[in-house]
């Protein structure tokens, strides 16, 4: 078998059949409208059970709030909720989507840099758990809000903890800078937010980034939160949570050295030196909790440890099932686009699987594109692929992170979800666009003017 690590709902044979949680994907090409997404509900179980299995040793226990931007489909969020997650939301969207999934609002916490006076209030109403403040701006907000509410309220300050530059800084901008504040301001602006009179700073939160190969950097992280803990201890402000958000990585991802963007890669590649290992989650878990329980100790501070966990549980959960469109020169157009899968991670790249061909059956080489009239609309480049023929079915791993939620209209509708339930059926859990759906918020008023004069209204 090729691309399953023991892990996965999927399954590539050697004769060609790949399957995804028990269902020929040849098949459901044929069956089902293309292009398409499919989620594992089993897969999501499993992965959540890993993951909670993995933080097990933090002494006092961990609180887990799932990342809800990342995937929001009923099936997702109502399974994780059932298994007792919580939620990390960043908007009045996320709010309403985990109250609809039964999340218990004392788990969750509400994060992001510019929260509305609105969503504040409707945060306060419902009784989340946390809100992660990352400005004075914001705090004055909050202030002003709970105090009308008559409420006294505890918070949380978002920090960057400013580690040294990762091997790639060069080549991406450093968009996180953005969020939170720099660790070193943090001790007198978080002295400033407790003293607004309806906060209590009480917790520490941060994010490291995204897909993060091993944890080393979580527990540099961890040491100069502590660190921090203990200023904000010298000031009397006791600090009961540490939040080490997200960026666990989807293990299944290809994960690309830079190299991969230079020529020498085929050389690099046929001799396997391209892709990085990512450490397991249970390494993540074992680095993670034996820091914090050690820091615990040697500091005598005792804050709850936390997590906001979101690609590594659903990444995996999820397939887009399309076809070969069109086949001309060395450019292959798939009905698979930006649109169904927009984001661009620079060091990951999905697994992509070719039903009905051995898994390293080659014949040529090929720019895999979309079928939308954009030129950004590139899956990838000189990629080698079967001897393909226009219909022929294709299927893009891991993008159960990220795409659904981000998916867009340009040009054309947005596509159908489907599910595989724990029962082992499949069943729709988002219906696709229709272009009167596209259109329905649009106003013409010349024409719905005369629309209106014909029914006689």
């Not at 100069?224 to 990585?249: C, H, T, V």
């Not at 009905?356 to 899956?379: C, F, R, W």
Request: proline share 4%; aromatic share 10%.
């Amino acid at each position: 078998m090729a691309y399953s690590d023991g892990n996965d709902c999927f399954t590539w044979e050697d004769n060609g059949v790949a399957t995804f949680d028990g269902y020929d994907v040849a098949e459901l090409a044929e069956s089902y409208p293309t292009p398409f997404y499919l989620l594992s509900q089993k897969q999501i179980r499993k992965n959540f059970e890993q993951f909670k299995e993995a933080f097990s040793g933090a002494d006092g226990g961990i609180r887990i709030y799932y990342s809800v931007k990342g995937n929001f489909e009923s099936v997702v969020l109502s399974t994780l909720a059932e298994m007792g997650a919580g939620a990390e939301i960043s908007g009045a969207m996320d709010m309403e989507l985990a109250k609809r999934a039964g999340m218990n609002p004392s788990q969750v916490v509400f994060d992001g840099p510019c929260k509305s006076i609105e969503e504040i209030e409707a945060a306060l109403e419902w009784g989340v758990h946390m809100i992660d403040i990352e400005s004075l701006t914001e705090a004055r907000d909050v202030n002003e809000v709970a105090g009308r509410m008559g409420r006294k309220l505890d918070v949380g300050i978002r920090i960057d903890p400013v580690l040294s530059k990762p091997y790639y800084d060069k080549v991406i901008a450093t968009y996180r800078k953005k969020f939170g504040l720099p660790i070193d301001q943090a001790l007198e602006v978080g002295c400033q937010i407790n003293e607004f009179e309806n906060l209590n700073l009480k917790c520490i939160m941060t994010h490291i980034g995204s897909q993060v190969f091993h944890p080393n950097r979580y527990v540099l992280t961890l040491e100069k939160i502590f660190d921090l803990a203990k200023g904000f201890k010298s000031r009397g402000i006791e600090i009961n949570e540490i939040n080490m958000g997200g960026g666990y990585p989807a293990q299944s991802m290809r994960n690309l050295r830079i190299s991969r963007r230079f020529r020498i890669a085929k050389i690099l590649e046929k001799f396997d030196r391209i892709d990085v290992q990512a450490s397991s989650i249970y390494d993540f878990g074992k680095a993670i909790t034996g820091k914090y329980n050690e820091l615990k100790k040697s500091t005598g501070l005792s804050p709850q440890l936390s997590i906001e966990p979101g690609r590594c549980i659903v990444s995996n959960a999820c397939v887009t099932v399309g076809k070969v469109l069109i086949i001309k020169n060395d450019w292959l157009f798939t009905d698979v686009s930006i649109n169904n899968l927009p984001e661009n991670l620079f060091f990951s790249e999905w697994r992509t699987v070719w039903p009905g061909h051995k898994p390293n059956e080659e014949s040529k080489n090929y720019n895999i594109s979309g079928p939308t009239l954009a030129t950004q609309d590139v899956h990838f480049f000189k990629r080698d692929v079967p001897d393909l023929k226009e219909g022929s079915p294709m299927a893009i791993l891991d993008t159960g992170a990220y795409s659904i939620a981000r998916s867009n209209q340009f040009t054309r509708p947005r596509v159908a979800v489907y599910a595989v339930t724990d029962s082992g059926d499949i069943t729709m859990v988002r219906r696709p666009e229709s272009v009167d759906d596209v259109l329905a918020m649009q106003v013409w008023p010349n024409r719905d003017t005369e629309q209106k004069k014909a029914s006689g209204e």
